[in-house]
């Protein structure tokens, strides 16, 4: 394997994305640990006012100018916020950076008609991707997850987004859910599938800490059952015309997400919001030429709205060459098809005999292959994918 690659191209080569966090739901389901907080009234105005000033100073912190790649207005429930808000907050984006031609901005909505109301006023505004969550199609299921929509509020949402002009949408379905079956798993994504999306995002239901569910677990398919499940929607998925590309990842031609694929390629990406992460490389001659950071803003929206605006960032932290390594095999070895080997140089600045004797123990182990310059899990690799990842952060 060569050195392919070298980091001579600079920071300024990589692709930059732009994550917008909106904090608030109606309410918060018992699954999930995402920053999102029950509101029935959020301060729309003053929290894009307050967003837009936050971009400003990303871009400052990003120094020399790069367009945006992409970007994601995620949450919570961004579809909550009015028309004119995403208006003013992407009006806002575009008065102040570069957007590349032909640019993806996604918007994550749930199902119902009083957001899906909105979606003419989001398309017209610039959204060209909606991301839904769906979650699952039973009523008792989705009873189950604490979920405020019913299956009929599925459709009707399908159904206003296409009319609004949407041809580009990603539904969310989770399996391996409380007291779910292999016949009724089936059932629940061939449902899913007659909606004919061009996304679709297909993932194992866990319980995460500081969850309702992790402190009250409900009765959930055992490890085997939770496999069966998950090969047989991956077979179900790839006949429906679906490849998968990511672990939960499933698109028709040409739908893959960019955004997404902007994180397991190892790009930067600028975060503003409450709790909203970025990543920036940045050219630092005292760190061998390139300089890796990690951000978090403040996370509980009052603390991130009333924090003065040189202290909107929680928490950073510079990566080393070990941090670099494992966060990049933790991304890329997520791809299906792997990654070029001169990406690993190209994001990290390392070059590749850094990780040359831990990608030939994995190919020897049957974990990875290498074909033409590029990495890819196995089957196996795929299937074990933590103790692949696991091998790069035992490197020294």
């Known amino acids: 394997m060569t050195e392919s690659a070298s980091s001579s191209d600079g920071a300024q080569g990589l692709p930059l994305a732009l994550y917008v966090h909106t904090p608030w739901c109606v309410s918060k389901c018992p699954?999930?640990?995402?920053?999102?907080?029950a509101a029935d009234t959020p301060p729309f105005e003053p929290y894009v006012t307050r967003l837009l000033a936050d971009l400003d100073l990303e871009l400052d912190r990003a120094g020399a100018r790069r367009p945006l790649s992409s970007v994601f207005i995620g949450g919570g429930t961004p579809s909550l916020f009015p028309g004119p808000a995403v208006r003013q907050l992407l009006?806002?984006?575009?008065?102040?950076?570069d957007l590349l031609p032909g640019i993806e901005i996604t918007l994550e909505a749930n199902p119902g008609t009083r957001d899906a109301a909105r979606f003419a006023d989001y398309r017209e505004a610039g959204v060209n991707r909606l991301s839904i969550g769906v979650q699952s199609l039973s009523a008792a299921r989705l009873h189950a997850?604490?979920?405020?929509?019913?299956?009929?509020?599925?459709?009707?949402?399908?159904?206003?987004?296409?009319?609004?002009?949407?041809?580009?949408?990603?539904?969310?379905?989770m399996f391996a859910l409380p007291e779910q079956g292999l016949a009724e798993a089936k059932q629940d994504l061939e449902a899913l599938l007659t909606l004919e999306p061009e996304h679709i995002s297909y993932y194992q239901l866990t319980l995460e800490p500081n969850t309702a569910f992790h402190a009250h677990p409900p009765p959930m398919?055992?490890?085997?059952?939770?496999?069966?499940?998950a090969e047989q929607g991956l077979e179900d998925l790839a006949r429906a015309g679906y490849r998968q590309y990511e672990v939960s990842a499933h698109a028709r031609d040409g739908a893959r997400c960019r955004h997404n694929l902007n994180y397991w390629e190892f790009g930067d990406y600028l975060g503003i919001g409450a709790?909203?992460?970025?990543?920036?490389?940045?050219?630092?001659?005292?760190?061998?030429?390139?300089?890796?950071?990690?951000?978090?803003?403040?996370?509980?929206?009052?603390?991130?709205?009333?924090?003065?605006?040189?202290?909107?960032?929680?928490?950073?932290?510079i990566l080393d060459e070990q941090d670099l390594i494992f966060e990049f095999a933790l991304n890329a070895l997520r791809l299906t098809e792997g990654f070029p080997c001169g990406l690993f140089t190209r994001t990290t600045g390392l070059p590749w005999s850094r990780i040359s004797n831990i990608v030939r123990g994995a190919e020897h182990d049957g974990m990875v292959r290498t074909l033409a310059e590029r990495v890819e899990p196995s089957v196996q690799g795929r299937r074990f994918l933590d103790d692949l990842v696991a091998r790069f952060a035992a490197e020294s």
């Open 31 to 37: 699954y999930c640990d995402f920053n999102s907080h």
């Open 91 to 97: 009006d806002g984006i575009r008065e102040r950076a």
């Open 145 to 173: 997850l604490g979920r405020i929509h019913g299956p009929d509020e599925v459709y009707q949402t399908l159904r206003m987004a296409r009319a609004a002009g949407f041809d580009t949408i990603n539904l969310d379905m």
């Open 221 to 229: 398919p055992d490890s085997d059952l939770a496999a069966d499940i």
């Open 275 to 317: 709790g909203a992460h970025g990543k920036l490389t940045q050219e630092s001659p005292g760190r061998g030429g390139r300089q890796v950071s990690r951000t978090a803003k403040h996370r509980h929206p009052s603390a991130y709205l009333n924090a003065s605006m040189d202290n909107l960032v929680g928490s950073t932290r």
